[in-house]
């Protein structure tokens, strides 16, 4: 019988998390004191996300529970469906904290579900509001499934503000932000039929992109939260 061998770059559900060396790489801290980035584990793609952390030289950790968000210094809410995640904060006890933590200046990176729950307001696709429960961390509306639905997705090569290169996106049922507050920096849009439309965004230490950097297994967006920690004035 012929030996079964992994396939190169192919997962096995519940693997532990082995950083990937590829391009974009940063080392960890060589004094051992790299920030922990914690990812909400509730939904969506979380070890893809533990990957891009280790890469842009921070320490990924899960969050599922009050304690395991107090040991972070930053936090990504990964993509998935927002509605469903937003019940599963409700449901764990972890709303309160981390609507708590995000007001006391927590650095926090949402795609594109999680970028929904950043926001002040939810909208349908039409632009009509959802009513849906968010955190309100980031001065915008958030339509959802602007683009339409899955088979409606696509990649686009953006620019984004403060990379040098190109950033390949994907974009799968995703949203876009309008109503920008005064506050909001807008990092970048991508061409539309309709004109160009925001997607990525930042307000002080929160950070959205509509589409999903973990797919494209790109960290620099991660390594712009991780400066975020660094840089964070302790006061």
Do not use: K, Y
Not at 79 to 89: D, P, Q, V
Not at 95 to 123: D, F, K, S, Y
Not at 157 to 186: H, K, N, Q, S, Y
Request: proline letters at 9%; a negative charge; one cysteine or more.
């Amino acid at each position: 019988m012929q030996a079964a061998h992994p396939v190169p770059g192919a997962r096995i559900p519940g693997e532990s998390l082995v950083p990937d060396r590829g391009p974009h790489h940063r080392p960890p801290a060589a004094d051992g004191q790299a920030p922990r980035i914690g990812v909400l584990a509730l939904q969506g793609d979380v070890l893809e996300h533990l990957r891009l952390i280790e890469r842009a030289g921070a320490v990924g950790v899960p969050v599922r529970r009050e304690d395991e968000l107090a040991t972070v210094d930053g936090l990504v809410l990964p993509g998935g469906e927002s509605t469903t995640i937003g019940l599963l904060l409700d449901r764990t006890g972890l709303a309160a904290p981390v609507q708590a933590r995000l007001a006391e200046g927590l650095p926090v990176l949402g795609t594109c579900a999680g970028a929904i729950l950043l926001a002040r307001e939810p909208r349908q696709h039409d632009g009509t509001p959802t009513g849906q429960w968010c955190l309100g961390a980031l001065d915008v509306a958030a339509r959802r499934n602007a683009f339409g639905r899955q088979v409606a997705s696509f990649e686009a090569d953006l620019d984004v503000a403060g990379l040098t290169d190109p950033m390949r996106a994907v974009f799968i049922r995703a949203p876009w932000f309008e109503d920008l507050g005064a506050g909001v920096e807008v990092l970048a849009t991508v061409a539309t039929d309709v004109g160009a439309r925001v997607v990525v965004v930042r307000q002080g230490p929160v950070l959205a992109s509509a589409f999903h950097p973990e797919l494209s297994d790109d960290p620099r967006l991660h390594r712009l939260l991780v400066d975020a920690v660094v840089t964070r004035d302790p006061a």
